[in-house]
T-cell receptor, first 112, second 115 residues
Framework: KQEVTQIPAALSVPEGENLVLNCSFT??????LQWFRQDPGKGLTSLLL?????REQTSGRLNASLDKSSGRSTLYIAASQPGDSATYLC???????????FGQGTELSVKP | ETGVTQTPRHLVMGMTNKKSLKCEQH?????MYWYKQSAKKPLELMFV???????ENNSVPSRFSPECPNSSHLFLHLHTLQPEDSALYLC??????????????FGEGSWLTVV
């Protein structure tokens, strides 16, 4: 079964801390992996898209890595800010089935 | 301003009502999607449309009826819903339905409460 798992489910850190969010997937045959941000009661905003041939992508203070062989991705947030508080979702586009499968998300709270 | 617009943002309906959710994308994309997001569950793909043709229906109950009159508009018609159908319904679009390099863009969602 094609699944995506995110750990931890919730994370609270003080402002300024560097942090890592984890995503694991069950099948290494993927087209790409995306990280999204969702603010409470809102839709999803795409943060980073990593193609299967890539190892990482960077955007500002965000860096996402991909290790297909181990079925893992990490989202690194540098110098966290209260405005980073949101739910972060990982989604994997599997080769088989051609669907984007989402994890349950990590709810991040950055305290001032 | 988001490229994907959903209306209404909030909807409360009785189990015998008929209502519709509307989605419009201004991005020139060819694929549109409906997702359901329930509390503490991953997003569930409901329907996929590519150039107005339904290409995927993920075993969704018939009380949910999608309609795609053109590549910019997508509707979700609702009738005789159940309280467990209460959720956030998200519309999304991408350049192509199954292309591998696409970024998918989401609307703000429609909060549905069935009473």
């Amino acid at each position: 079964k094609q699944e995506v798992t995110q750990i931890p489910a919730a994370l609270s850190v003080p402002e300024g801390e560097n942090l890592v969010l984890n995503c694991s997937f069950t099948d290494s045959a993927i087209y790409n992996l995306q990280w999204f941000r969702q603010d409470p009661g809102k839709g999803l905003t795409s943060l980073l898209l990593i193609q299967s041939s890539q190892r990482e992508q960077t955007s500002g203070r965000l860096n996402a890595s991909l290790d297909k062989s181990s079925g893992r991705s990490t989202l690194y947030i540098a110098a966290s800010q209260p405005g980073d508080s949101a739910t972060y979702l990982c989604a994997v586009f599997y080769n088989q089935g051609g669907k984007l499968i989402f994890g349950q998300g990590t709810e991040l709270s950055v305290k001032p | 301003e988001t490229g994907v617009t959903q209306t209404p943002r909030h909807l409360v309906m009785g189990m015998t009502n008929k209502k519709s959710l509307k989605c419009e994308q201004h991005l020139g994309h060819n694929a549109m999607y409906w997702y359901k997001q329930s509390a503490k569950k991953p997003l569930e793909l409901m329907f996929v449309y590519s150039l107005e043709e339904r290409v995927e229906n993920n075993s969704v109950p018939s009380r949910f009826s999608p309609e795609c009159p053109n590549s910019s508009h997508l509707f979700l018609h609702l009738h005789t819903l159940q309280p467990e159908d209460s959720a956030l319904y998200l519309c999304a679009s991408s350049q192509e339905a199954r292309a591998t390099g696409n970024t998918i863009y989401f609307g703000e969602g429609s909060w549905l409460t069935v009473v």
